[in-house]
């Protein structure tokens, strides 16, 4: 990226591939915002850039990178390889990381305990200008999304039918939604969501809470 394509994305402001970062803030933190453009489409994380789009450069360049470094295959699992660059602009010197869309969703963020076991592991996605938790059903769609993933054939029943005309009706619908609608399990009624997304009948939409609803193609 130059000078030029810079300034351009910073114009064009925050979205669901560019994120402003005033300062390196945590590892951690650093880890979902990476997470998050790998289990989505890719993207832009600019270090030195305020939210209102003001450059205010980084101190340390060699630290953040190596930070930048250490989060993406420490913190994130399995880890995602990034570019950096450093690009001076207004006389002020702004890290620019670019994450590819993986191809091995979904990357989760891990948490340690103090003895350095992880105890915990948390996927994000890309929702708009904000990084969000997905839920465990946004999971088994990310995994779908795999190049290696095995295509999944679709038959429409009376539960399916009566689900688009509830749609057609209502615009969305949650798993909840679904599962009284037909009377099934909420478990069920999650699977068999999925596997509409999964086989391009339905949109997913994941909310910043972690939950999700959906709506038809």
């Known amino acids: 990226m130059n000078r030029r394509q810079l300034r351009e994305l910073i114009i064009l402001g925050e979205s669901t591939t560019t994120e402003f970062k005033r300062k390196f803030t945590t590892a951690e933190k650093i880890s979902r915002e990476v997470v998050a453009f790998a289990n989505t489409k890719g993207g832009y994380l600019l270090i030195g850039v305020d939210d209102d789009g003001s450059i205010v450069g980084v101190d340390s360049e060699k630290s953040v990178i190596d930070e930048v470094s250490r989060a993406s295959s420490f ?126 009948a339905l949109h997913i939409h994941s909310t910043n809470n972690g939950s999700e609803f959906y709506t038809l193609v």
């Open 75 to 200: 913190w994130i699992d399995p880890p995602i390889e990034t570019s950096v660059d450093i690009i001076e602009i207004d006389y002020k010197d702004v890290i620019v990381i670019a994450v590819d869309e993986s191809q091995q969703k979904p990357h989760r963020v891990l948490t340690f305990d103090e003895k350095n076991n992880v105890i915990e592991r948390k996927a994000y996605i890309r929702q708009g200008e904000n990084s969000v938790l997905a839920s465990k059903q946004m999971e088994q769609v990310l995994s779908s999304r795999n190049a290696n993933s095995t295509p999944v054939t679709l038959s429409i029943s009376d539960k399916e039918k009566r689900l688009f005309a509830y749609l057609d009706t209502h615009q969305k619908a949650t798993v909840k939604d679904f599962a009284r609608l037909v009377n099934i399990s909420d478990r069920w009624a999650a699977r068999l969501l999925v596997r509409l997304v999964r086989a391009g």
